[in-house]
């Protein structure tokens, strides 16, 4: 576990998590491990699925939502783990419920934020918008009133969100929570537990990249050290070096956003000031409509983005909840199995 400045700190804040599946107490049979092999390479699976061909891929919204219909996934496949484990209410410490509605309250929270923003920069779409309509006309003050569009959406772009500047106490609530509870003699549990260590990696991962490139910041960012007897430690560890590695790469650069879409509408604008600022040469006018459809291009897949990407974060935390009350329901009725999401509950928002 690592923040730019702490890249020497251990990944295991409470001890080593790879012990507690250890031999010691009870063992894990070749059927249970048969089913937590099956459940990892479906994890690697996933973050296969997340690097992409090309660095330019990188930050784009399509990435963002794919990687949080994953996460949802991921979380999905956890509660079908406990499922099929049938692993009794009563094999829970106090401690594993503890720590499960922690983990839940900074999910909700973070998801919360990152709806925030999302629907932040969707209200912008609307100086977009006027923009694009005010540059229908070719009069001078159709022009202005354009450029005064495109200055109050750029401004509005680059304000910052109070909601996302407290992701990095969220952050490091989440790391704190990647070991769990020892687990007493449960072969069970012991299971449960590894898979819910590969899950909580990719959750924070994505939680960590989605907050950096919201915040505009690095500071956000979280370099996970994970340990190779891990079956998908090799391709995640790759996958981290390859976002992490281009956000900061884009960062340097000064450019105004990292997400992809952003920057293409900021491109667009660039090449069409100086025309309709009549600052370059009358010639180039020919080439506003041009630029004009591109722009509208950029803002229209900026806008659909950001909703497809919205309707992602929602389902994770409709993922989130359901697993709360799920979880509430069987320990107010003593049920005997656990239907639930592990790892992820509480609060409403």
């Known amino acids: 576990m690592s923040r730019a400045q702490d890249a020497n700190r251990s990944f295991f804040p409470f001890g080593n998590p790879f012990r507690m599946i250890s031999p010691k107490g009870s063992k894990i049979s070749h059927q249970l491990l048969l089913v937590l092999q099956a459940f990892e390479a479906t994890l690697e699976e996933r973050l296969t699925r997340l690097i992409p061909e090309s660095k330019d891929e990188i930050l784009s919204l399509s990435w963002m939502t794919l990687a949080m219909r994953l996460l949802c996934e991921s979380h999905s496949d956890i509660k079908t783990l406990t499922t099929e484990l049938e692993l009794p209410v009563n094999d829970w410490d106090a401690k594993w419920i503890d720590v499960y509605f922690d983990i839940s309250m900074k ?123 891990y079956s998908w430690a090799p391709t995640f560890k790759r996958l981290q070096n390859l976002v992490n590695e281009e956000i900061r790469v884009r960062f340097s650069c000064g450019r105004f956003a990292v997400l992809n879409e952003l920057e293409s509408v900021d491109s667009s604008l660039k090449e069409l000031y100086p025309i309709i600022r009549g600052v370059v040469d009358p010639t180039e006018m020919k080439l506003l409509p041009e630029i004009v459809g591109q722009l509208g291009r950029s803002s229209g897949n900026l806008s659909q983005g950001l909703d497809l990407l919205a309707k992602e974060v929602d389902s994770f935390f409709q993922v989130v909840l359901t697993g709360r009350d799920a979880l509430l329901s069987n320990l107010r009725s003593g049920a005997t199995v656990i239907h639930s999401n592990v790892g992820v509950t509480e609060m409403q928002r």
Not at 150 to 168: A, L, M, T, V
Not at 215 to 228: E, P
């Open 107 to 229: 999910l909700l929270d973070i998801c919360n934020a990152f709806s925030s923003e999302l629907s932040r920069m969707s209200q912008g779409q609307l100086l977009l918008q006027c923009a694009l309509h005010s540059l229908g006309s070719s009069s001078s003050e159709q022009y202005d009133r354009a450029c005064s569009s495109f200055d109050g959406w750029k401004q509005h772009i680059s304000s910052g969100n109070p909601r996302i500047e407290k992701c990095g106490s969220i952050l490091d609530g989440l790391l704190g929570s990647l070991d769990l509870p020892k687990v007493k003699k449960s072969a069970k549990g012991k299971v449960l537990v590894q898979a819910m260590y590969g899950v909580k990696v990719l959750t924070v991962f994505v939680c960590s990249v989605f907050a950096a490139a919201f915040s505009g910041s690095t500071k956000n960012m979280l370099d996970l050290d994970v340990a190779d007897v």
